[in-house]
């Protein structure tokens, strides 16, 4: 039999890259330096939210998307935290809302004035308490409106109902920190990774874990949820110290359908998921390029397709959503890369080669769009819905009019399963011991060198004390 090559035909075999022109980057901005493994960014169709570098707290930029250019030095800032922000994420059915979570172990909801800022805002709608250590990641409910997720260090995720300013529910079923959590297409699983090396797929309700695997030989670092394919999706280290993925049956976690190598760096690699046109878009810290793959119902699952090159290194990536893209132009994702080193915000859109103008239904079939399906009391009651769907050829910028109602409440002890959540700390790390270990080492160096300028002081006074008595004029 004659050997044949096998050609694999694809509408986004030629998708490129294009970055924007100078004029419409964000330049200027002092990109936080913090080493946290997160994207330090948050875009929605109206804002572009940037954490920053800042002395005494935590703060973050939101600046509209039509405000290109230079960004001033003085321009205002989010700036209520008390410690570092370590996440952010904009709500998906409200434009002007956005979470963030820092290191001060809080949770704050705050609300965007119509025109962007234009003063600092220090003054959060809602601030939420109930880890007893700094909240690495944030999460809103794809489906459900004021339904929010956040992990901590104290290695809990706790389920927020933003109607009443509370946590609901609590999953505690991690050994140690959590790296990553991402959702299904209707919110009712979700994944996590976890320092324990560990992927789990847990029902948020009721916090159980319905699939484990243990990843020694794929270290996973992050996980996402390939849409409705009842699939996921993992980025890790192999044994060799590798960058590599793994694609995962959800129904049975006991061995990766995949398992591919990507290169040898070290930096992390973050993975993007585009459900409308199963495009896989890998995209390393500190690497200067994004790979795109398209992911099949059968094997090899993994198609590769191209990569977009860039030489300056990215520190995030910002992540478009869908109803924000520009469809006359063919876009179907749109990257807003951090490049740290410049100060710069970094457009990047994905777009698929047609030379006609008009709309293309095959690349932007009905998309979730900015309706929640669901209430909070409906979803916690038991309910799924898919989410709601939307075209993109007429009517996509429809403004969504649900309004944010902040709850008012009094800042107290938070109790969930029994369990007062600001009195409960967890074991320490052994990173946490050791740093402890040397503080006190660090202390009792310096009480040990009080004690001997004392006693050298009181040295210096006995013999100023025993030559005044041996004077003459004293005898």
């Known amino acids: 039999m004659s050997w044949r090559p096998q050609y694999r035909s694809s509408k986004f075999r030629n998708v490129y890259g294009k970055v924007a022109n100078r004029e419409h980057c964000f330049d200027g901005i002092p990109i936080t330096k913090n080493v946290h493994d997160n994207h330090f960014c948050a875009v929605n169709a109206r804002f572009l939210a940037i954490v ?38 904009w709500n998906p059915f409200i434009e002007t809302v956005i979470a963030s979570c820092s290191e001060d172990t809080s949770v704050r909801i705050w609300e965007i004035p119509e025109g962007g800022l234009k003063r600092n805002m220090t003054e959060a709608v809602l601030e939420l308490y109930g880890h007893s250590r700094r909240v ?18 104290d290695y809990k995720v706790l389920i927020w109902n933003l109607d009443i300013g509370e946590p609901v529910k609590m999953i505690d079923c991690h050994a140690d920190v959590i790296l990553c959590m991402s959702f299904n297409a209707d919110g009712s699983l ?18 159980r874990v319905l699939q484990e695997a243990s990843c020694k030989n794929h270290r996973v670092n992050r996980v996402v949820f390939l849409g409705s394919t009842k699939r996921l999706l993992t980025t890790g280290v192999s044994r060799w110290n590798t960058r590599q993925v793994a694609l995962w049956d959800q129904e049975d976690l006991s061995m990766p359908l995949i398992e591919e190598e990507i290169d040898g760096l070290s930096g992390l690699l973050f993975p993007f998921y585009d459900a409308d046109t199963h495009m896989l878009y890998l995209a390393g810290k500190g690497d ?37 893209l520009d469809v006359s132009a063919c876009e179907v994702f749109r990257f807003y890369k951090l490049v740290t080193l410049k100060g710069l915000i970094e457009p990047i859109s994905m777009i698929v080669p047609r030379r006609s103008e008009t709309y293309q239904e095959d690349i932007y079939p009905m998309t979730p769009g900015t309706e929640p399906a669901l209430t909070p009391d409906e979803w916690l009651s038991g309910m799924n819905r898919d989410p709601i769907l939307m075209s993109l050829k007429e009517g996509y910028r429809k403004v969504s009019k649900i309004v944010f ?38 202390e009792i160096r310096r009480l040990k060198d009080e004690l001997a300028q004392k006693d050298i002081r009181i040295r210096q006074l006995q013999l100023e004390l025993k030559n005044l008595r041996n004077s003459p004029r004293n005898t």
């Open 52 to 89: 920053t570098e800042s002395a005494g707290g935590g703060s973050f930029l939101v600046i509209p998307l039509e405000q290109t250019g230079r960004i001033e030095p003085n321009y205002p800032k989010v700036c209520g935290h008390q410690g570092n922000v370590l996440d952010i994420k």
């Open 136 to 153: 690495g990641l944030i999460e809103w409910h794809p489906t459900t409106n004021n339904i929010l997720f956040s992990a901590g260090y």
């Open 190 to 207: 979700l994944a996590t990774t976890c320092k324990d090396k560990r992927l789990r797929v847990v029902e948020p309700r009721s916090g």
């Open 405 to 442: 109602k902040a709850p008012a409440r009094e800042k107290k002890s938070v109790v969930v399963n029994g369990i007062d959540l600001l009195e409960n700390v967890p074991p320490r790390t052994e990173n946490e011991l050791l740093r402890m270990f040397f503080r006190q080492q660090d």
């Open 288 to 324: 200067g390029n994004i790979r795109y793959y398209e992911i099949g119902s059968e094997k090899p699952y993994l198609s590769y397709l191209m990569e977009f090159r860039s030489p300056a290194p990215q520190k995030g990536l910002g992540v478009m959503p869908k109803h924000g």
